[in-house]
């Protein structure tokens, strides 16, 4: 059910990158707020499914924090596990790497896909994609990062 406003500003007839950054921006720190006020902390705010003529998704991780402050994830906490077993280290979970031209970050490795085990996802829109280890291990070597 979408949320009614009762807003005065008229609405952009298209949005822009950097209205979608500030937009971005704007709903994280106003959920993190609302999280503190609950004794809870905030990840997330990436941006996907951005349509400039329409509207995008953003999606936010609400959790208790650990001791650094983190939310506890599943998929990284398998990842750290997995990792060695594709020829990665637990601390890749995350790492971004180039692909011809577009920036992809490592988000979680499926060991029931044994030819595309690494899940990414590109920086640009979120959108994912599947991968073989051995494609990002040479990425994330060719990185020199």
Same mark, same amino acid.
């Given at each position: ?5 009762? &807003? ?7 949005? &822009? ?10 709903? $994280? ?11 809870? &902390? ?13 509207? !995008?998704?953003? *999606? ?11 939310? #506890? ?22 790492? $971004? !790497? ?17 030819? #595309?085990?690494? *899940? $990414? ?6 959108? =994912? !994609?599947?991968?073989?280890?051995? $494609?990002?291990?040479? #990425?994330?070597?060719?990185? =020199?990062?």
């Amino acid at each position: 059910m979408p949320a009614q406003t009762n &807003t005065k500003v008229p609405p952009p007839r298209n949005l &822009t990158p950097p209205l979608c950054e500030k937009l971005r921006r704007d709903m $994280t720190q106003a959920c993190l707020k609302v999280a503190e006020t609950h004794g809870l &902390t905030v990840e997330g705010g990436e941006l996907s499914d951005i349509d400039l003529r329409h509207g !995008f998704d953003i *999606s936010f991780r609400v959790g208790i924090p650990m001791e650094d402050g983190a939310i #506890y994830s599943p998929d990284k906490a398998l990842f750290e596990v997995l990792a060695p077993h594709f020829g990665l280290e637990p601390s890749d979970y995350g790492r $971004t !790497f180039k692909s011809r031209g577009d920036l992809y970050r490592i988000v979680a490795i499926n060991p029931n896909r044994p030819k #595309y085990p690494i *899940s $990414t996802e590109r920086v640009s829109d979120g959108r =994912g !994609f599947k991968m073989p280890a051995e $494609t990002v291990v040479m #990425y994330l070597q060719n990185s =020199g990062a």
